[in-house]
Nanobody, 126 residues
Framework: QVQLVESGGGSVQAGGSLNLSCQAS???????????MAWFRQAPGKEREAVAGVDRDGITEYADSVKGRFTISKDITGDILYLQMNNLKIEDTAMYYC?????????????????WGRGTQVTVSS
């Protein structure tokens, strides 16, 4: 069972930056690098949406709303997933979740990810 724990959320003014982290652990952690990973977010009253994904080969994908502002990456061990968020906007306010899934998952498809963290809150104010 893979466990995912997010951190790094907080409150920031519009235009500011945050760097989210997602620590993976569990009996499969040594094969963690074989998983596709992604960040999702859910704002109050809205459905959860895909923000960014990275596959086992390091290929990244982004939602149009965050392209050019957010960067997804993994550390060299593959055990930590990051989301660097720059030029934050009020509409980026949401609970951010880390997800892990098999290599063949479509990065935006939340149903394809069996492993989820509990989330970290990001609040952007004017």
């Amino acid at each position: 069972q893979v466990q995912l724990v997010e951190s790094g959320g907080g409150s920031v003014q519009a235009g500011g930056s945050l760097n989210l982290s997602c620590q993976a652990s569990g009996y499969t952690y040594r094969t963690y690098s074989r998983y596709s990973m992604a960040w999702f977010r859910q704002a109050p009253g809205k459905e959860r949406e895909a923000v960014a994904g990275v596959d086992r080969d390091g290929i990244t994908e982004y939602a149009d709303s965050v392209k050019g502002r957010f960067t997804i990456s993994k550390d060299i061990t593959g055990d930590i997933l990051y989301l660097q968020m720059n030029n934050l906007k009020i509409e980026d306010t949401a609970m951010y979740y880390c997800a892990a899934g098999p290599a063949e998952v479509a990065w935006w498809d939340e149903g394809g990810y069996p492993y989820w963290g509990r989330g970290t809150q990001v609040t952007v104010s004017s």
